[in-house]
């Protein structure tokens, strides 16, 4: 510790104070438990103790029990040591000089400390505007080769820069212990597979002195490796991975107490490649190492960050504007990582709406000095398969969370030590939802340190559960702590929340407005709030109140109250038959109607049956439904609301969590809701204001408008069933409600209201008219209601009833409107929801003939199954098959439920369900030669159904290729899509059994794998693990080759003829599998007719095509014979007279 002069005096200046003498090695162990705080004073030396007369001893504890280290909140438990720094100038050489002391002083009232930690609290605007210097975001995205990359220049990344060359990095978790620097060094390589650098390596000095040294993981520990190569004088280490797609790590020491002193920096295995061929290519300056920081400091790399500004823009933006799945980002994929919000109210997981498969990563690497606590309040708003994961030295400590609209806390207990802490934010291949990122609001990390040198407000701390802050006074509403630590009443017209330090907090009320009172209604007698017409009203103001009534104010309390009035109103189609209960109104219909039912709900005087309020505070505690911060029904009966637009609230009131309004349903029949509401300011909606059903953002949901004074429309699609809809509006205590991300939009009044709610089909709904009941659909049987045909039953509509699918057809799903005709190969019998396979199966004619071969579909079954059968077992059972990248999940001609435990119970069934991709590729476990933290973790599986219905079955006999082929329709991500699954014939298998004992025998010592292995058919490859193009695959096994029959068998001769004859076995014509026995084996006299029956047909072969060949040539000359003459003719010669005379051309005919 030293005093260094401020910039507007000087210590040369004569009769200057002398400087205190500087405080060397004073040890970092200084406890100083919450409440107090670590200070450095300087005082004269005569007034100071002797040295380390009153140092506490170095705890290892909870700060919690520090608190007796010192006997006085002041007392010094460190000076200097006596002589050594000399006097200032300027006469001064006669005063004493001062010496700092350190002491544990109790922190002023009003404000606490952690005893040691960090704390960043989104409630007061702590987050620093760049990620805080102890942690560390990038993120990663899959390209368009399948292979996952880092993120674009945008993000935040610590690189290593040899030459044109960067790759991106992970620094070792003891680099933060040694000086930050920017690094320019020669790279060299050990590129001897014996050189580990698991050795002594001084033998190598010369070459490594001075230069960074890259060198590939493995046989021995980090710290190994890195004390080796310092030795030989080097400067830095550059590792990377020996696995394939093994991703990074980051180096830890095994040894904490005896550190390293060179600096290590992690890349992965391909990124190494590419450095070594670099350096084999390239020499001088080109095989300069740039190293920008050797802390991997967010201060120094967070400079190509992105602005968190452009980033609200982009949550602005409209969803269905957003690419839906991975396949529609090509050319514009990437990835964005961690940022701080522009009020730094919290911390996000990056804009990533507009991109798909992505994981966006934020690490901390600490080192406690004593056991500890990490702490932390998040939510999540993503779609259901995307969300945020915890991890804590590479175990996860909360599975991944798609949706957790209010803040959650979560608390983990951590031994002293290194420990790292990673929150990962994944999206997977489609579908965006909600603001589709995670928030941390709050984050305190207690044991990282033994004091703290500053200490905090109180203000809110003890109501947000802070460590250390239960030492500070609390105040009721409207009372302030005083600088004596009492409590102390506001001045009159002003008022404060709960736990106000200082009389500044103390804020002047507004004038009571018509939004501070509250109607209730009650009936003069009894229950309810209505008899025999009549209901008392009164009205009050809500609570807390925060305006000043006796300023000249909007309003005041009525002089009579309660007042004896008529009830309220009914809801449309209502009426009060007895003057107490409104009960719906349900029509009379003729044979073949029904009463269309609607539940309209726009008279808001009182709460209605089925509405329930909830308020869930910041800290995730419940609070009162009644108080301001939650749903209330307008004054005007118009609406119910939320928010400081619609109820005067303000700053300093009491508007802290969410607010919800939930709206319970049993629809008879699927429907629509419709709500017309106002958001304001309209960018407030799909952030502070939202509509869930059943806990989730509907997928389904159509937002129109905003209308005529902001007005929107909101419709929701409901299957039948019981459902609860949701309106949900989150605000914080900061910046009043929170709508935005910016400051400009949270100082606006901001709020919600429902004006008109309307649900179709709800049971308790009212109707006006009849009508005929849809297709799939039949008049209830006290004709009251419309219901959805079961499963096995159709009806066309218009009044007529559900009647059972005939045989040969079926009807698999509930509600339709007619039964589907059996396929070739399956069966069905009267009101069958599925149509299910034949016995034996083969290909018919046109006229019913059979053709071809006959299938055994029971053995295939049995086979698929592993030697069961669906007959065995209560429910139909999934068979898992690998097919290159995908697994699915699959029962050929059974439909049964999704492989997960939360789907047992669901009466969705699908023959073909597929497990969606893996999480990122990771690097394996490191084991005890080892040593780092891995960044990526297997994401949750999930599932979905993509062969609902099996539509036919067919027989595929082309050359080679035999088999039988099932056809199953059904969606994939909302779209239709066919799977086809080939049970091949395995001809190599099939024609080794030679008889069925030996496939017996098979059977007994080949057991079968719990994994079955498939591959695609040709030329239907899919373009990535995720998309939805139809499937088309196959898998080979003995059991899907075809019966054997009587007379198909051949008998051929085996080996060498031997005293009891010639051998003979019969063999298939074809591939086959059980069926008709082969005939048995038989001996044959050798050299007998059968023996030379292959040698006399050969003769006889070859003597039948020299025949053909010679009548032809015989049918050519006579054809031809007539144009194969000349005419007689004399050719004169120069011999004289003589005449020569040329004969025909040509032969006889007789030839």
Not at 315 to 320: E, H
Not at 732 to 746: F, M, N
Not at 752 to 767: C, V, Y
Request: hydrophobic content about 35%; overall charge negative.
């Amino acid at each position: 510790f030293a005093f260094a002069p401020s910039d507007v005096c000087s210590a040369k200046v004569k009769d200057s104070a002398i400087p205190p003498r500087p405080l060397l090695a004073a040890p970092c162990e200084i406890p100083c438990g919450s409440g107090k705080h670590l200070v450095a004073f300087a005082s004269s030396s005569s007034s100071s103790s002797s040295p380390s007369s009153s140092l506490p001893a170095s705890s290892s504890s909870s700060s919690s029990s520090s608190s007796s280290s010192s006997s006085s909140s002041s007392s010094p438990i460190l000076d200097a040591p006596s002589g050594g720094a000399g006097s200032s100038s300027g006469g001064a050489s006669d005063k004493a000089i001062p010496q700092i002391q350190l002491a544990c002083k109790d922190c002023e009232v009003g404000r606490f400390s952690l005893g040691g930690g960090i704390l960043y609290d989104g409630n007061v605007g702590d987050w620093p505007k760049t990620i805080p210097g102890r942690m560390s975001t990038f993120c990663f995205y899959r390209g368009a080769d399948y292979t996952w990359k880092p993120g674009s220049s945008q993000e935040a990344r610590c690189m290593l820069h040899l030459g044109n060359t960067s790759v991106e990095t992970r620094a070792g978790t003891w680099n933060k212990f040694l000086t930050d620097d920017v690094l320019s060094l020669s790279l060299v390589a050990l590129e001897d597979p014996n050189e580990l650098a698991c050795s002594d390596l001084t033998s190598l000095g010369n070459l490594l002195r001075g230069k960074a040294v890259l060198v590939i993981r493995g046989a021995c520990t980090f710290q190994i490796k890195t004390e080796h190569i310092a030795a030989t004088g080097a400067k830095a280490v550059v590792l990377y991975n020996n696995v394939a797609d093994g991703g990074y790590f980051f180096p830890a020491p095994t040894d904490e107490d005896h550190l390293p002193q060179l600096p290590i920096f992690m890349v992965t295995k391909e990124d190494g490649e590419v450095l070594l061929e670099h350096l084999k290519n390239e020499t001088g300056s080109s095989a300069q190492l740039r190293i920008p920081t050797t802390h991997c400091s967010s201060a120094l790399i967070h400079q190509d960050t992105f602005s968190s500004a452009a980033l609200t823009a982009n949550l602005s933006s409209n969803i269905s504007r957003l690419p839906q799945n991975w396949e529609e980002t090509e050319g514009t994929r990437g990835c964005s990582p961690w940022s701080t919000d522009d009020a730094q109210g919290f911390l996000h997981s990056g804009d990533n709406r507009h991109y798909h498969w992505v994981y966006s990563l934020l690490t901390m690497n600490l080192r406690f000095v004593r056991d500890g606590h990490v702490r932390f309040r998040y939510s999540v708003d993503a779609e259901t398969y995307d969300g945020l994961k915890f991890l804590v030295d590479q175990a996860e400590r909360i599975p991944q969370a798609p949706q957790a609209e209010r803040y959650t806390d979560f608390n983990i207990s951590l031994e002293k030590g290194s420990h790292s802490l990673t929150w990962v934010y994944s999206k997977d291949y489609s579908n965006t939802a909600g603001e589709d990122r995670a928030r941390l609001q709050f984050l305190e990390v207690v044991g990282t340190d033994f004091s703290d040198e500053d200490c905090r407000s109180c203000a809110g701390a003890l109501e947000r559960g802070i460590y250390g802050a239960e030492a500070c006074p609390t105040c009721s509403r409207d009372h302030y702590v005083s600088g004596n630590g009492t409590c102390r009443p506001c001045p009159p017209g002003r008022g404060s929340a709960a736990g106000a330090v200082g009389v500044e907090a103390c804020l002047q009320l507004r004038p009571c407005h018509v939004f501070d009172q509250k109607v209730e209604y009650k009936a003069p007698t009894g229950k309810g709030y209505c008899v025999k017409n009549m209901t008392n009203k009164t009205v009050s103001w809500r609570l807390p109140k925060v305006c000043d009534e006796s300023s000249p104010g909007l309003v005041s309390l009525p002089q009579e109250s309660p007042q004896l009035v008529p009830c309220p109103p009914c809801q449309p189609n209502f009426v009060r038959l007895d003057g107490a209960v409104c009960v719906p109104v349900l029509r009379t219909c003729p044979h073949g109607f029904y009463p269309k039912r609607y539940l309209i709900l726009n008279r808001w005087e009182v709460w209605e049956p089925g509405l329930t309020r909830q308020v869930v505070r910041i800290d995730g505690s419940q609070g009162s439904p009644n108080q301001r911060a939650s749903w209330h029904l307008s004054p005007d009966a118009s609406s119910v609301m939320v928010g400081s637009a619609f109820l005067g609230l303000d700053e300093s009131e009491d508007g802290t969590g969410i607010a919800l309004l939930h709206v319970d349903v049993d629809l008879l029949d699927e429907g629509f809701a419709t709500v017309f509401f106002q958001a304001s300011p309209l960018e407030s909606w799909g952030k502070a204001g939202q509509i869930l059903l059943d806990g989730r953002n509907p997928s389904n949901m159509a937002i129109s408008g905003p209308l005529s004074g902001a007005l929107r429309t909101a419709e929701i699609w409901m299957p039948v069933g019981a459902h609860r809809i949701t309106f949900s509006w989150r605000s914080t205590d900061r910046h009043g409600d929170e709508v935005a991300d910016s400051l400009e939009e949270k100082a606006s009044l901001s709020g919600m209201r429902i004006l008109n709610l309307t649900i179709e089909n709800a049971a308790n709904g009212s109707s006006s008219n009849c009508t005929y009941c849809p297709p799939g659909h039949e008049v209830s049987a006290n004709g009251k209601a419309c219901l959805r045909c079961q499963a096995g039953r159709s009806s066309p509509g218009g009044g007529a009833s559900c009647d059972a699918c005939p045989s040969g057809f079926a009807a698999a799903l509930e509600g339709s409107a007619e039964c589907s005709r059996c396929g070739a190969g399956l069966r069905s019998s009267q009101g069958s929801a599925r149509c299910k396979p034949v016995d034996h199966f083969s290909q018919r004619s046109f006229v019913g003939a059979r053709e071809g071969p006959i299938f055994d579909l029971q053995a295939i079954s049995k086979a698929w199954l592993g030697g069961a059968t669906d007959e065995d077992e209560r429910e139909p059972r999934l068979r898992m098959l690998r097919v290159e990248d995908r697994l699915l999940y699959i029962n050929p001609f059974a439909a049964a439920v999704g492989p997960t435990s939360n789907l047992a119970g669901s009466p969705m069934r699908a023959y073909v369900w597929e497990r969606m991709p893996a999480a990122p590729p990771q690097g394996p476990d490191a084991g005890a030669l080892d040593t780092g933290v891995c960044e990526a973790t297997n994401s949750l599986a999930s599932y979905r159904g993509v062969g609902d219905v099996l539509r036919s079955l067919e027989v595929v006999h082309e050359g080679d290729l035999l088999g039988v082929r099932a056809n199953y329709t059904g969606q994939c991500e909302g779209a239709p899509r066919t799977t086809s699954l080939l049970l091949r014939c395995d001809i190599q298998d099939a024609s080794s059994a030679l008889s069925n004992q030996w496939s017996s025998l098979l059977d007994r010592f080949l057991p079968q794998s719990e994994v079955l292995h498939g591959s695609y058919l040709p030329g239907h490859h899919p373009l990535s693990s995720r998309s939805c193009e139809d499937l088309h695959i196959e898998w080979q096994d003995r059991a899907a080759c075809p019966l054997c029959e009587e007379g198909e068998f051949l008998p051929v001769a085996v080996g060498d003829c031997s005293t009891l004859g010639q051998r003979f076995a019969y063999f298939p014509k074809r591939p086959c599998a059980n069926g008709a026995r082969s005939p048995a084996d038989e001996y044959r006299p050798c050299g007998s007719f059968w023996t030379q029956t292959p040698v006399i047909l050969s003769i006889l072969a070859a003597i039948v095509v020299v025949s053909c060949a010679l009548g032809y040539v015989l049918v050519l000359r006579r054809r031809y014979a007539q144009y194969m003459r000349l005419d007689e003719s004399e050719e004169k010669t120069d011999q004289g007279d003589q005449v020569v005379v040329a004969d025909q051309i040509g032969a006889s005919s007789s030839v």
